[in-house]
């Protein structure tokens, strides 16, 4: 009640199970079903982003773009976090859940095992061999991330980074993966409702090829923290829509009980001292996903700009 009273759906309580966890999520090793999940912030409709391959939501059928009804027989209306919490548990055991499959104008029961989960929030291929053009898709910013990025990058001439529907994570990863790409400067900053400022920092080390960022609008949060460090640099372009707009910063604060309290204490801001709370990154070259598009439009695009910055 106390943090519903603040008026902020980003505040929210973690009870002692919820934020054991909670803080097994941010590692990206769990047991639960294997499958990220974003939370509309206006309708609250909790929608699957990827099913992991060979985790047991892909193996029982759930797809990506399943909207989750129900868990546990109970309709889906909570915190992301709570409905996410309750799709964990032990290895072995079981959890039932209720997706609304919109292509198919139909609700969907499943019973699905839960296992042991190594989240791979990093995926990348070689989209040109000969001219070395790699794309890196991240889902997820967790502690797991940096060194799946680090892999990726090797032995590449041009980049195409996919943050689309990626709801953002640690701030203090975005922040390394930033200082790998980008030369030496300011890569963002906060400030405290007393006007408090903190930054960070990039050393001369970056990432010296044409690089493109593709987002979309559900790219929330630490996703437009890395597309707008890139922007504000002149590092790359940036290609898609308009992303969900949080420029705010959230902190944990463990209480003696086991219990947590996750509260907004800053806004962050871009190189240039952009604050986009609300607005989002504006995109450098913008271009919609067609609906019921035969190809990935805006991966086309990306490809398109990669190849005119490597002129």
């Known amino acids: 009640g106390l943090l519903e009273g603040l008026n902020d759906p980003y505040s929210v309580y973690y009870t002692a199970e919820e934020y054991r966890k909670m803080m097994e999520q941010t590692s990206g090793t769990y047991s639960g079903i294997g499958a990220l999940v974003s939370q509309n912030a206006e309708t609250g409709i909790i929608t699957v982003v990827k099913a992991f391959a060979d985790a047991p939501a892909a193996k029982a059928g759930v797809k990506n773009g399943d909207i989750i009804y129900k868990v546990k027989g109970k309709e889906v209306t909570v915190d992301i976090n709570n409905v996410v919490t309750e799709m964990k548990g032990e290895k072995g055991t079981t959890v039932d859940i209720t997706v609304y499959r919109e292509s198919e104008k139909k609700y969907i029961d499943f019973t699905i095992t839960r296992d042991q989960v190594n989240e791979p929030t990093v995926e990348y291929k070689m989209l040109d061999k000969k001219k070395k053009i790699g794309y890196i898709q991240i889902s997820q ?40 790409i980008l030369p030496e400067g300011n890569l963002v900053s906060t400030k405290d409702k007393y006007g408090n400022e903190e930054k960070q920092t990039s050393d001369s080390k970056c990432l010296d090829m044409p690089m493109v960022v593709l987002q979309n609008k559900d790219s929330a949060s630490a996703s437009e923290i890395f597309a707008g460090a890139i922007q504000d640099f002149n590092a790359g372009k940036i290609v898609g829509t308009q992303p969900f707009g949080k420029g705010i910063e959230q902190t944990i604060l463990p209480l003696s009980d086991g219990s947590a309290v996750k509260l907004t204490v800053q806004d962050y801001y871009t190189p240039s001292g952009k604050n986009i709370h609300g607005k989002g990154i504006t995109p450098d070259v913008e271009v919609e996903l067609e609906e019921n598009a035969t190809s990935d439009t805006q991966l086309e695009k990306a490809k398109e700009t990669i190849m005119e910055l490597m002129k």
């Open 141 to 180: 910013f967790e502690e797991v991330t940096y060194d799946q990025f680090t892999k990726a990058l090797d032995d590449l001439k041009a980049v195409i980074f996919d943050v689309r529907s990626n709801p953002g994570g640690l701030y203090e990863t975005v922040c390394k993966m930033l200082d790998e």
